[in-house]
């Protein structure tokens, strides 16, 4: 018998999010497991929201001249797999079962190159800002969607895999206030011990 999540799915697409491909993606490593999820925040020009410009650096059709800010990341070439913005829509650039470009130079409950076994989710927002009730809402519904699909057995932000380089989400985001919503131990975060547990 089918698996009725897997009608969420579609050779690794959610079914409840935009998508517009982006180029910017490589095969993950043979018998890779995916189970990080790793949360960003970012908005472009910083602190400007709904501009339209973080799908356009994800698919690497930015205008660099089109504001000061974009001549500093000039030629970079990123993605993550979903952007969720201020109203809590989501998008997705990457196939989950592919390999997006969001985490950099990384290393989590012992493992390094987090971009090889994790799902990147970007949160529209500026660094140390707060973020939106419709953010965590579909952070509700989609965490718990990867988790059905996917070995997930974390949750982390990009300042915990990456400490010294990167600070997004940032003390803004209230992760006590996600794992409630996802049944998760909200005592110490993060902590390599602490798994996502779905129903």
């Known amino acids: 018998m089918p698996d009725p999540h897997d009608?969420?799915?579609?050779?690794?697409?959610?079914?409840?999010?935009?998508?517009?491909?982006?180029?910017n993606f490589g095969p993950r490593p043979t018998a890779t497991q995916v189970d990080l999820i790793v949360l960003h925040s970012i908005s472009l020009p910083p602190?400007?929201?709904?501009?339209?410009?973080v799908q356009r650096l994800f698919t690497n059709t930015l205008d660099w001249n089109a504001h000061p800010y974009f001549k500093?990341?000039?030629?970079?070439?990123?993605?993550?797999h979903f952007f969720v913005q201020?109203?809590?829509?989501?998008?997705?650039?990457?196939?989950?079962?592919?390999?997006?470009?969001?985490?950099?130079?990384?290393h989590y409950r012992g493992k390094g190159n987090c971009n090889d076994d994790s799902i990147g989710i970007e949160l529209e927002g500026l660094e140390g800002h707060t973020f939106e009730s419709a953010q965590y809402e579909a952070l509700q519904a989609l965490c718990p969607?990867?988790?059905?699909?996917?070995?997930?057995?974390?949750?982390?932000?990009?300042?915990?895999?990456?400490p010294g380089r990167k600070a997004d989400p940032g003390p803004g985001f209230e992760w006590t206030r996600l794992h409630k919503s996802l049944g998760l131990p909200t005592s110490s975060f993060p902590a390599d011990t602490n798994s996502l547990v779905t129903k």
């Not at 009608?7 to 180029?23: I, K, V």
């Not at 602190?47 to 410009?53: E, H, L, N, V």
């Not at 201020?86 to 990384?106: E, K, L, M, T, Y």
């Not at 990867?146 to 915990?160: L, T």
Request: with cysteine.
């Open 72 to 80: 500093s990341i000039e030629g970079m070439q990123v993605s993550a």
């Open 47 to 53: 602190g400007q929201y709904g501009t339209g410009q």
């Open 86 to 106: 201020r109203n809590g829509d989501i998008w997705q650039f990457v196939s989950c079962d592919a390999r997006a470009w969001h985490a950099g130079v990384s």
């Open 7 to 23: 009608a969420l799915w579609q050779e690794g697409w959610y079914r409840f999010a935009h998508r517009l491909e982006s180029p």
């Open 145 to 162: 969607a990867i988790a059905q699909h996917y070995p997930i057995q974390y949750i982390a932000g990009h300042e915990h895999i990456a």
